[in-house]
């Protein structure tokens, strides 16, 4: 059973950072999503297994930088420029195992975590 389990997320003002964990229980193709009160849960950024490629939904390009480290199975959203919009849940996804491909769709992630919210004050 694939776990996946976030943190870092709380409370921050406008123009701030925040630092989001994921600590996987192997290396899978992982995906950050957030959702917000009343709007579907979207992709933010994804990475592959190999940490070798990136993707960014252009909400968070320059703002958001996704990494990982799989020597400790874990994969990083450095969120800095924080704005009030950026508030939501925010969830961590792992796709099947052996796929690379970085994709945007929450059905093509099988695995998620439990979120995390981060909430950006104005």
């Known amino acids: 059973q694939v776990q996946l389990v976030e943190s870092g997320g709380g409370l921050v003002q406008a123009g701030g950072s925040l630092r989001l964990s994921c600590a996987a229980s192997g290396i899978y193709t992982m995906g950050w999503f957030r959702q917000a009160p009343g709007k579907e849960r979207e992709f933010v950024a994804g990475?592959?297994?190999?940490?070798?490629?990136?993707r960014y939904a252009d909400s968070v390009k320059g703002g958001f930088t996704i990494s990982r480290d799989n020597a400790k199975n874990t994969v990083n959203l450095q969120m800095n420029s924080l704005k009030p919009e950026d508030t939501a849940v925010y969830y961590c996804?792992?796709?099947?195992?052996?796929?690379?491909?970085?994709?945007?769709?929450?059905?093509?992630?099988?695995?998620w975590g439990q979120g995390t919210q981060v909430t950006v004050s104005s």
């Open positions: 996804a792992a796709r099947i195992k052996g796929l690379g491909l970085i994709t945007t769709t929450r059905q093509s992630y099988a695995y």
């Open positions: 990475i592959s297994y190999s940490g070798g490629s990136t």
